[in-house]
């Protein structure tokens, strides 16, 4: 199981921009589709952005377009998610994650990093 870390988060204030980092640390990392995932106090966890082996194939969720962007450097072996004009409902655990199986559903993720904190708040 390929492991991933998250950093990146932090506290801004709305309007604000942060851009959080995942690496792994197998080299099988470019066989891998990538995703972003959030919890929000509360909620239940849910898709925030996905992107293909490639790097040229992305998804968000409805909440996040046009101010997310997901991109991943493979000889890095990493993924990234730039937000910019963050709002206080963006506030979460982002979660990293590789996707293992056949659905794109959470459970088509097999490998989770520990997640890292966003809090938008003025």
């Known amino acids: 199981q390929v492991q991933l870390v998250e950093s990146g988060g932090g506290l801004v204030q709305p309007g604000g921009s942060l851009r959080l980092s995942c690496v792994a640390s197998e080299r099988t990392f470019s066989t891998y589709a990538m995703g972003w995932f959030r919890q929000a106090p509360g909620k239940e966890r849910e898709f925030v952005a996905s992107?293909?082996?490639?790097?040229?194939?992305?998804n968000y969720a409805n909440s996040v377009k046009g101010r997310f962007t997901i991109s991943r450097d493979n000889a890095k072996n990493t993924v990234y998610l730039q937000m910019n004009s963050l709002k206080p409902e963006d506030t979460a655990v982002y979660y990293c994650?590789?996707?293992?199986?056949?659905?794109?559903?959470?459970?088509?993720?097999?490998?989770w990093g520990q997640g890292t904190q966003v809090t938008v708040s003025s």
């Open positions: 994650a590789a996707k293992t199986g056949v659905s794109w559903i959470i459970a088509g993720f097999g490998s």
């Open positions: 992107i293909g082996q490639s790097g040229g194939i992305t």
